[in-house]
Nanobody, 121 residues
Framework: QVQLVESGGGLVQAGGSLRLSCAAS????????MGWYRQASGKQRELVAA???????NYADSVKGRFTISRDNAKNTVFLQMNSLKTEDTAVYYC???????????????WGQGTQVTVSS
């Protein structure tokens, strides 16, 4: 079983910055993509940013130019640097990863428990 542990959420004023971290642990599991999703109150969960094991990045249009995703493959850790935060960025942010267990062909997906990011005006 893969566990994802998130940290770095909190309360920040609009225009401020936060950095989220997510560390994945689990044996015999090869991680492909790691990413961040968010879910605001009353809304569906949406992709914020994702990064493949090769370093290919994908961002939601709403965060392009403000957020940066990065990854430390050796430590199975993904980061989300969030700058110029807006009140509409307020949400619970979830870490996600996908990959394969050794000798298995089924892709598996795992989620963290979420960390609250609140941006005040």
């Amino acid at each position: 079983q893969v566990q994802l542990v998130e940290s770095g959420g909190g309360l920040v004023q609009a225009g401020g910055s936060l950095r989220l971290s997510c560390a994945a642990s689990g044996s015999m599991f090869s991680i492909n993509t790691m990413g961040w999703y968010r879910q605001a109150s009353g809304k569906q969960r949406e992709l914020v940013a994702a990064i493949t094991s090769d370093g290919i990045k994908n961002y939601a249009d709403s965060v392009k130019g403000r957020f940066t995703i990065s990854r430390d493959n050796a430590k199975n850790t993904v980061f989300l640097q969030m700058n110029s935060l807006k009140t509409e960025d307020t949400a619970v942010y979830y870490c996600n990863c996908d990959g394969y267990y050794y000798r298995e062909s089924e892709r598996r997906y795992y989620w963290g428990q979420g960390t609250q990011v609140t941006v005040s005006s």
